[in-house]
């Protein structure tokens, strides 16, 4: 009588684990978001600025969720690993609502270990994590807000993007005029969404300025880099030191500056029940 083969349930997991960050090319979308800026600042036409604007926003919401998915995964059990990384919309906006929109223990912990644990030794650590704190929950922000922009743009493309200076102004009864925010770009969406028992069309309007989203897209894939030479290097796996991403902001005043933005919907139509 031959003896079935003992499989080593947890050997096998924690090898996709590895095989699945080997083979992450998180760098790709890093090159595609520089690609798509200076690409962006190059061109003349309003047509085709138009259409950048739209693909690097569409880039970053999909390269956020890509950040938390991995984030989820790797706060799991290795036996849960595989499972984590098919997490479904739902239960992704619920995680990051509630472990990345305000700073938390689970948040704190993902900073310190998966992203800055290579980076303990830097001189510039304190202001860095101090840095990366602010922005995470203005990633995690962005990403609740405008998921629907992603389901917009993959299913029947109803969407449209727009190069073009937006001023939000309050106006007193003398006619006074104060101006509350400035962006550079818009983009219309629609969505639907039950309101009392009817399915209800919402349009969308989100305004930004596009280098701050440049910039934020950026960030999210430092952190990615950053979580994928983490769990290689406790695999033994070690990445070389240029390897390891750094992000930073030069000119902090311009940086803050590029803060603002407004996003307003508002019921166009209700859909007939069937």
């Known amino acids: 009588m031959t003896k079935e083969p003992v499989i080593d349930l ?7 684990k590895l095989a699945h960050y080997e083979n992450a ?32 926003y569409t880039s ?10 991995n984030a989820h995964a790797l706060s799991v059990k290795i036996d849960s690993f595989p499972s984590a990384l098919f997490i479904n919309s739902t239960n992704l906006r619920k995680f990051i609502e509630d472990n990345f929109s305000k700073t938390t223990k689970f948040s704190a912990w993902f900073l310190a270990n998966p992203i800055f644990a290579i980076r303990r030794g830097d001189k510039d650590y304190k202001e860095s994590y101090e840095l990366y704190t602010h922005l995470l929950k203005e990633i995690a922000s962005d990403y609740l807000a405008n998921f629907d922009l ?16 937006t001023t939000l102004s309050l106006v007193t009864k003398n ?6 925010d400035e962006s550079d770009s818009t983009i219309v969406y629609f969505s639907k969404e039950t309101v009392k028992d009817t399915p209800t069309v919402f ?17 999210v894939c430092t952190l990615l880099n950053n979580l994928r030479a983490t769990t290689l290097l406790y695999y033994k796996k070690q990445e070389k030191g ?5 992000f930073s902001i030069n000119d902090m005043q311009k940086w803050g500056s590029s803060v603002g933005g407004s996003h307003f ?6 859909l007939k029940k069937k």
Request: net charge positive.
């Open 10 to 16: 947890e050997k096998q997991l924690n090898e996709f």
């Open 25 to 56: 090319d998180f760098e790709s979308l890093n090159s595609k978001t520089i690609q798509l800026f200076n690409r962006f600042t190059r061109l003349k036409d309003k047509k085709k600025q138009n259409r950048v604007v739209l693909d690097l």
């Open 60 to 69: 970053y919401l999909q390269t956020i969720e890509i950040l938390f998915i």
């Open 150 to 165: 992603l389901n917009a743009y993959k299913h029947g493309y109803r969407i449209n993007a727009k190069h073009d200076k």
């Open 175 to 180: 006619g006074e005029q104060f101006k509350l």
């Open 203 to 219: 349009e969308h309007s989100l305004n930004f300025k596009i280098g701050r989203v440049f910039g934020k897209c950026i960030f």
């Open 242 to 246: 240029n390897n390891i991403a750094r």
């Open 265 to 270: 919907k508002k019921p166009i139509f209700s």
